[in-house]
C-alpha cells in the first residue's frame, strides 16, 4: 500500500481524524466515574485510565519534539518545490504492527503506574489538540523533516511518521479502552 499525502493539505487530512479521536475519547469517558476509571479486566490489562495515561506519557512528547522539528525543516519547505510525504520503512513497518491486533510490549517509561488520578481523558485530549496544532502548522512544510523518537533512539521518524504513528497508536487504545468498557463485569454506573 502506497501513502502519498500531498503538502498542502495535510491539516485537511489529518485534522479530521484529530477530531474524531478526540470525540472518541470524550465519548468512551463521559460520566465514567473514578472507580470505572479504575477497574482492570480480571484476566489482566490496564484500567480506562492506565490506557489514557499511557497515551498521555507516549504523545506528549512527541508534540515538543515535532514543532522543534518543524521549526527547524518547516521554513525550508514554504520557499518552494518539496515532493509529497510518504512515509519511510520503519514508520510503514511501526504503523502496520499498531494496526494489527496482537498484544505489543510497551516499554516500561510508558506503562502507567498502578493508580492513575483523575483528568488522564482530559490530559490525553489536551495532547490530540496540542497534536492537531502542530498539523495545522505544518501545512505545506517538509513532512520529510527527521527528529528522534522519544521512544527508540535507534527511530528517526519524520514528521509525517509521527503524525501517522500517532494516530494510529490514539486508535489502538481507544479500541482497547472499548474492550475495558464492553468486559462483563465492568462495574456500572453508580
Known amino acids: 500500500m502506497k501513502i502519498e499525502i500531498p503538502l498542502a ?18 465519548a468512551l469517558t463521559a460520566g465514567l466515574s473514578d472507580s470505572q ?4 479486566p480480571p484476566g489482566g490489562g490496564w484500567s480506562v485510565g492506565q490506557v489514557l495515561e499511557h497515551l498521555v506519557l507516549t504523545h506528549e ?6 514543532r522543534s522539528a518543524l521549526e527547524r525543516g518547516g521554513e525550508r519547505a514554504r ?19 499498531m494496526a494489527a491486533p496482537r498484544k505489543v510490549r510497551t516499554g516500561r517509561r510508558f506503562d502507567p503506574g498502578p493508580e ?5 481523558a ?6 490530540v489538540r496540542a497534536t492537531a496544532e502542530v498539523v495545522r502548522a505544518a501545512d505545506g512544510a517538509d513532512l520529510r523533516v527527521r527528529f528522534r523518537s522519544p521512544v527508540a533512539a535507534v527511530f528517526r521518524p519524520n514528521l509525517g ?3 501517522l504513528l500517532l494516530a494510529v497508536h490514539a ?17 456500572g454506573v453508580t
Open 116 to 120: 492513575v488520578g483523575p483528568g488522564a
Open 171 to 187: 486508535q489502538r487504545h481507544l479500541g482497547q479502552i472499548e474492550r475495558v468498557l464492553a468486559e462483563p463485569g465492568f462495574p
Open 79 to 97: 520557499s518552494g518545490g518539496v515532493r509529497p510525504w510518504r512515509p519511510t520503512l520503519l514508520g510503514r513497518i511501526i504503523v502496520r504492527s
Open 9 to 26: 493539505p495535510v491539516a485537511a487530512v489529518l485534522a479530521p481524524v484529530l477530531e474524531a479521536i478526540e470525540a472518541r475519547t470524550q
Open 122 to 127: 482530559d490530559r490525553f485530549v489536551a495532547t
Open 61 to 66: 512528547p512527541y508534540v515538543g519534539l515535532m
Open 161 to 163: 511518521d509521527a503524525f
Open 37 to 40: 476509571l479504575r477497574w482492570r
